[in-house]
T-cell receptor, first 117, second 113 residues
Framework: DSGVTQTPKHLITATGQRVTLRCSPR?????VYWYQQSLDQGLQFLIQ???????AKGNILERFSAQQFPDLHSELNLSSLELGDSALYFC????????????????FGAGSRLTVL | AQSVTQLDSHVSVSEGTPVLLRCNYS??????LFWYVQHPNKGLQLLLK??????LVKGINGFEAEFKKSETSFHLTKPSAHMSDAAEYFC???????????FGAGTTVTVRA
């Protein structure tokens, strides 16, 4: 158990629908990251939050949105779902350290597998 | 700009033999480099990281990697493969901003009995 909790583990839904994926970061971690892993695109960075505020955006579609709440958990909202959104969605968290932030280690959750039919 | 190239999409080894997973990177900055492992239906787990200290980095489960700046490489090795090493391995580069991680395409390792 990495300490990063993601729910649900599996989700099957239909095109056009909306889903919410939830992530609880490891205790003490202030940053939350969302990644999408698909067979054709590999691991793609979606978005990062730090202590409740959006810090960086990657390849996140406009149909997707996220937020981080005061208790530091985060939700990723996916709407108007398409077949191509089927993927494994990972949440990761990290704790800020002094010095080179690039050395921060990300701790990943087990992922939420989304299947869009 | 930064990028990572994992030179082998699939590596197959016999149990007890060495494992070599190759990774080349490009980065405009002095990078931090990581190897993560993903077992089936699991999240990614950190194996080891390089952050400009010793060029030979030891990680968990007997893995180690050597940073070679002249070759822009960060190859992962293990002297003796175990069945439990069957997984997908990702090489990751970060230039210094913690969100700007670039993941390689991954190398799938299978271990033959």
């Amino acid at each position: 158990d990495s300490g990063v909790t993601q729910t649900p583990k599996h989700l099957i839904t239909a095109t056009g629908q909306r889903v919410t994926l939830r992530c609880s970061p490891r205790s003490g971690d202030l940053s939350v990251y969302w990644y999408q892993q698909s067979l054709d695109q590999g691991l793609q960075f979606l978005i990062q939050y730090y202590n409740g505020e959006e810090r960086a955006k990657g390849n996140i579609l406009e149909r997707f949105s996220a937020q981080q709440f005061p208790d530091l958990h985060s939700e990723l909202n996916l709407s108007s779902l398409e077949l191509g959104d089927s993927a494994l969605y990972f949440c990761a968290s990290s704790h800020p350290r002094t010095g080179r932030s690039g050395a921060n280690v990300l701790t990943f959750g087990a992922g939420s597998r989304l299947t869009v039919l | 700009a930064q990028s990572v190239t994992q030179l082998d999409s699939h590596v197959s080894v016999s149990e007890g033999t060495p494992v070599l997973l190759r990774c080349n990177y490009s980065s405009s900055y002095s990078p931090s480099l990581f190897w993560y492992v993903q077992h089936p239906n699991k999240g990614l787990q950190l194996l080891l990281k390089y952050t400009s200290a010793a060029t030979l980095v030891k990680g968990i489960n007997g893995f180690e990697a050597e940073f070679k700046k002249s070759e822009t490489s960060f190859h992962l090795t293990k002297p003796s493969a175990h069945m439990s090493d069957a997984a997908e391995y990702f090489c990751v580069v970060s230039p210094g901003d913690d969100y700007k991680l670039s993941f390689g395409a991954g190398t799938t390792v299978t271990v033959r009995a």
